[in-house]
């Protein structure tokens, strides 16, 4: 699995509010991988928006599953910070 591949490292994260417990939805990654803009420079992780676009599903579970475990431990990978 991807996350597996990924190092992942604590940071603190701030209080939790009421709108924590609730996951990423499937419809805010579609909905920000749809408004990436195309042309412009990667970004840290040097994929370009239009690789991130043309993956497609596959693409859209992938996002949502390392968005929904960074929401739910407070880690992320190490370059991010």
Do not use: F
């Given at each position: 699995?991807?996350?597996?591949?990924?190092?992942?490292?604590?940071?603190?994260?701030?209080?939790?509010t009421d709108n924590d417990s609730?996951?990423?939805?499937?419809?805010?990654?579609?909905?920000?991988?749809?408004?990436?803009?195309?042309?412009?420079?990667?970004?840290?992780?040097?994929?370009?928006?239009?690789?991130?676009?043309?993956?497609?599903?596959?693409?859209?579970?992938?996002?949502?599953?390392?968005?929904?475990?960074?929401?739910?431990?407070?880690?992320?990978?190490?370059?991010?910070?």
């Amino acid at each position: 699995m991807l996350l597996r591949a990924i190092q992942l490292q604590s940071h603190r994260r701030p209080p939790a509010t009421d709108n924590d417990s609730y996951p990423i939805l499937r419809e805010e990654v579609e909905a920000a991988v749809k408004s990436l803009k195309k042309e412009k420079s990667a970004g840290v992780d040097n994929v370009p928006a239009e690789l991130v676009q043309a993956v497609g599903e596959a693409m859209i579970s992938t996002l949502l599953t390392i968005c929904n475990k960074t929401w739910q431990t407070g880690e992320w990978h190490t370059p991010w910070t």
